[in-house]
């Protein structure tokens, strides 16, 4: 209890010393601090508030007190001492733990700092292996995800192989989609790269499927797909169209031309056929590639066009359709140009045209008749056929007269060359009434007396070949040109003739056994130049005039003298001299 409680304070005058400090000042075992302690100061006014009785009898008190708490002590020390002895010894070795505890903790303080400086290193070392574990552990967390992503560009070339255009368009799409949420990721960035390069290798795909052989639900198919790639607008795909169709029927027409050559290279350039074969069997893929090109694209571009497209585009549409039609016609007659005049039996060159004819009467459906173009071809084509052959014949007359550029050759005398053998000693010759009479008779039979003389026979054989072949297509504007190529081939024939009178270049042969008369051989000449000029000639012509064209004689009109008339005429000079 609380001395302050138990001992009411009492007030001392203020002129005395208080007991504390009389006690420090009487007695010196008693230390000043122990007296100025709080229980001492209690204690002290205590005892300076009891009577005198309680005072005297205070020491007793204490004593009693004292030997209660020493025997109180000396109870518990002896029945606690093994307690007191363990508190000792945890005492002890508590004072012991707790210096090496200092120690520990000494050293721990001295080595603090580099270890501090060690986690701060392993930190920064191992920064870069916890950024990699966290990617890798969201890698994981998202591997599905990253391999739907990683795996488009396989799947949509997958698409591709398989022409699964549509799923690959979507895949293509998706790639596009994630490219433009995720712009500053390089990953999809470079996922959408991949997927570009497979769209692209679609695109050459597709536009392949339109240079290929394929028919309209497949190219309707490819260029749909296109449009939906939105790479091309509708006119660039139109004419995407139109080249691929085109490349594709070029090597169909190649094909055709190569296998041409080959035939002729087999043949050596012997078959006269080859080139009407050529061209009919180009003409016949021609007609169908470009007519099946003329209806696909109708189908698909005209017929079928989309919604989106503007008012100007159908315009710019019949345009790209009317260029490839118009090229294609023109590439036709460039080749029909070139090629025709290689054509010599006019047979072919009737079927030709008879081919073309309706070829062109079925492109007028599609407004593409061209029939007015083949006439001017065809009539070249004719002009220069028969001008061939008049010329093969005349050079096949020309060659027995003469030796010029023929070295070391002889020539013929007239009664081995111009005269059957068996009509030399009565040379067979018209009366000037027989004559008369073969003005009249048909165009279509030669005269007869020319049956004697084999070499006016073989060239008048030659150029009726000439003319019955010109029968079969006969231009009408030709008939003027076509009789002064004949009258030059005459004309070149009898001037020809005329030389071999006036050279007589058999004489530098060695006489022979058989003895003929110069003068035999003279008249074989003068006979053969007479049948020339007054049976051949005239018979030749009206064969032209009257057989091929059915026209009549007088109908024809010559303002300037030809040359075959000067070589008539030269003729007659040489018949009113002899």
């Known amino acids: 209890m609380d001395g302050s409680d138990s001992f009411p304070k009492r007030n001392a005058p203020s002129d005395t010393l208080a007991l504390p400090e009389l006690l420090a000042t009487s007695s010196g075992d008693i230390p000043p601090a122990m007296l100025k302690h709080p229980d001492a100061s209690a204690y002290l006014g205590y005892l300076t508030n009891l009577s005198l009785h309680d005072l005297q009898s205070e020491p007793t008190s204490l004593s009693s007190s004292s030997a209660q708490l020493t025997n109180?002590?000396?109870?518990?020390?002896?029945?606690?001492?093994?307690?007191?002895?363990?508190?000792?010894?945890?005492?002890?070795?508590?004072?012991?733990?707790?210096?090496?505890?200092?120690?520990?903790?000494?050293?721990?303080?001295?080595?603090?700092?580099?270890?501090?400086?060690?986690?701060?290193?392993?930190?920064?070392?191992?920064?870069?292996?916890?950024?990699?574990?966290?990617?890798?552990?969201?890698?994981?967390?998202?591997?599905?995800?990253?391999?739907?992503?990683?795996?488009?560009?396989?799947?949509?070339?997958?698409?591709?192989?398989?022409?699964?255009?549509?799923?690959?368009?979507?895949?293509?799409?998706?790639?596009?989609?994630?490219?433009?949420?995720?712009?500053?990721?390089?990953?999809?960035?470079?996922?959408?790269?991949?997927?570009?390069?497979?769209?692209?290798?679609?695109?050459?795909?597709?536009?392949?499927?339109?240079?290929?052989?394929?028919?309209?639900?497949?190219?309707?198919?490819?260029v749909n797909f296109l449009r939906k790639m939105e790479v091309m607008d509708e006119q660039e795909l139109a004419l995407a169209f139109l080249s691929g169709r085109g490349a594709y029927l070029d090597r169909a027409l190649s094909a055709v031309e190569t296998e041409m050559k080959g035939t002729m290279e087999g043949d050596q350039g012997q078959d006269r056929e080859a080139p009407a074969r050529y061209l009919k069997r180009y003409v016949d893929i021609w007609r169908e590639g470009v007519q099946d090109v003329i209806s696909q694209y109708n189908t698909i571009f005209l017929e079928r066009a989309p919604s989106t497209s503007s008012a100007t585009t159908p315009t710019l549409l019949h345009m790209l359709l009317s260029t490839f039609a118009t090229y294609r016609i023109q590439s036709l007659l460039d080749l029909l140009r070139q090629n025709l005049p290689m054509i010599s039996d006019p047979a072919h060159l009737t079927a030709l045209l008879t081919q073309l004819?309706?070829?062109?009467?079925?492109?007028?459906?599609?407004?593409?008749?061209?029939?007015?173009?083949?006439?001017?071809?065809?009539?070249?084509?004719?002009?220069?056929?028969?001008?061939?052959?008049?010329?093969?014949?005349?050079?096949?007359?020309?060659?027995?007269?003469?030796?010029?550029?023929?070295?070391?050759?002889?020539?013929?005398?007239?009664?081995?060359?111009?005269?059957?053998?068996?009509?030399?000693?009565?040379?067979?010759?018209?009366?000037?009434?027989?004559?008369?009479?073969?003005?009249?008779?048909?165009?279509?039979?030669?005269?007869?007396?020319?049956?004697?003389?084999?070499?006016?026979?073989?060239?008048?054989?030659?150029?009726?070949?000439?003319?019955?072949?010109?029968?079969?297509?006969?231009?009408?504007?030709?008939?003027?040109?076509?009789?002064?190529?004949?009258?030059?081939?005459l004309a070149k024939s009898g001037l020809a003739l005329l030389r071999y009178a006036r050279d007589k270049p058999w004489k530098t042969l060695k006489r022979s056994s058989i003895s003929e008369e110069p003068s035999k051989e003279d008249e074989i000449i003068d006979v053969t130049m007479e049948l020339y000029f007054t049976v051949l000639v005239p018979f030749v012509r009206r064969a032209l005039v009257e057989g091929v064209y059915s026209s009549s004689m007088e109908g024809v009109h010559q303002n300037t003298v030809s040359e075959l008339e000067q070589v008539v005429n030269e003729w007659k000079e040489i018949r009113l001299k002899g």
């Not at 030659?462 to 003319?467: G, V």
């Open 357 to 489: 004819t309706y070829c062109s009467t079925s492109f007028a459906r599609l407004g593409l008749d061209f029939r007015g173009f083949l006439a001017p071809i065809f009539v070249d084509a004719v002009r220069t056929g028969i001008k061939q052959g008049f010329e093969a014949a005349a050079d096949a007359w020309c060659a027995p007269l003469t030796t010029t550029g023929k070295p070391g050759k002889s020539v013929q005398k007239p009664s081995q060359l111009l005269v059957a053998s068996s009509a030399v000693s009565s040379l067979p010759k018209p009366t000037p009434a027989q004559l008369q009479a073969l003005l009249s008779n048909p165009v279509n039979v030669p005269p007869q007396v020319l049956a004697s003389y084999p070499h006016l026979a073989v060239y008048l054989n030659a150029i009726l070949t000439a003319l019955n072949s010109l029968r079969m297509l006969a231009p009408v504007e030709l008939m003027g040109d076509i009789l002064a190529e004949l009258e030059i081939t």
């Open 72 to 222: 109180a002590l000396t109870t518990l020390c002896h029945t606690s001492y093994p307690t007191f002895l363990s508190l000792h010894a945890t005492a002890s070795t508590l004072t012991t733990s707790i210096s090496s505890l200092s120690s520990s903790l000494d050293s721990l303080l001295s080595i603090l700092p580099s270890l501090e400086s060690s986690a701060r290193t392993f930190a920064q070392e191992t920064r870069e292996i916890q950024k990699e574990r966290r990617k890798a552990s969201l890698v994981l967390e998202h591997h599905d995800k990253l391999y739907d992503v990683l795996s488009l560009p396989m799947l949509l070339d997958s698409c591709i192989r398989n022409h699964n255009y549509n799923e690959a368009l979507l895949l293509a799409s998706h790639a596009s989609t994630l490219s433009q949420r995720f712009s500053h990721n390089s990953l999809i960035q470079s996922v959408r790269a991949e997927c570009d390069g497979r769209v692209q290798a679609m695109l050459v795909q597709l536009l392949g499927v339109l240079s290929d052989q394929a028919k309209l639900p497949a190219l309707f198919r490819a």
